[in-house]
């Protein structure tokens, strides 16, 4: 019972730190797209064009290698006037997705179809609105604009972390209470048959 009661509680601090983990990138990520929102420069980029790159991922020996699957995620090179200079600058468009032909691996929210409409949607020459660090201009942002091509939100992220970081919590408690048990269920025995 002792043995177990420390791998539960050595898993709830395990599961607690991990929740605590995306906590703090929920957070950092929330932070991250509200500065880039509301305090850099908004501007109207005109597209020059975007693509669904990616590359593909093998798996297994030298001599026996299998594709796992492909990673893919959209590029856009966008031209824009910041601080009075017309620049150029290519960014990755929403979250890059990993797909597998054997389906191994659990299927994302964003396909490879979703990229491909989005860009439909934003052809060469149409106008999208980005924001620009001012202290550089060359980093830009979309400030969350491609939440559509985002696989998660730091808001889903933040919850997801409170929930873990719970699970762990409960965990910890649960082993507490069955230590505190087993003691005083020690305790009692040892009354019961005192030592001479």
């Known amino acids: 019972m002792t043995k177990w ?3 539960l509680t050595l898993s709830g601090f395990i599961v607690l730190f991990g929740g605590i983990l995306f906590l703090l990138d929920g957070a950092w990520q929330h932070y991250r797209l509200y500065v880039e ?3 850099w420069p908004a ?4 597209i020059s064009g975007c693509n669904v790159a990616g590359s593909w991922h093998s798996g297994g020996t030298p001599g026996s290698r299998s594709v796992q699957g492909e990673s893919s995620y959209v590029r856009c090179t966008l031209k824009y006037l910041a ?4 620049r150029e600058n290519t960014i990755n468009v929403g ?5 597998s032909p054997s389906g191994k691996y659990p299927a994302s929210k964003i396909t490879a179809a979703d990229m491909h409409n989005w860009i439909s949607r934003h052809p ?6 980005i924001h620009y660090d001012p202290s550089n201009p060359n980093i830009i942002s979309m400030a969350g604009a491609d939440s559509e091509l985002r696989t998660s939100s730091p808001e889903d992220r933040l919850w997801f972390g409170f929930f873990i970081a719970l699970a762990g919590t409960a965990l910890i408690v649960i082993a ?3 230590k ?6 020690t305790s009692s025995r040892t009354a019961n048959f005192p030592l001479h």
Do not use: M
Request: aromatic residues 6%; proline residues 0%; hydrophobic residues 35%.
């Open 176 to 178: 507490k209470i069955l």
């Open 95 to 99: 979250s890059t997705i990993f797909t």
């Open 37 to 39: 929102g509301t305090q």
């Open 5 to 7: 009661v420390q791998y």
């Open 43 to 46: 501007i109207e980029a005109n």
């Open 124 to 129: 060469a020459g149409s106008i999208l609105t």
């Open 180 to 185: 505190n048990r087993s003691s005083i269920s």
């Open 83 to 86: 601080n009075g200079a017309e």
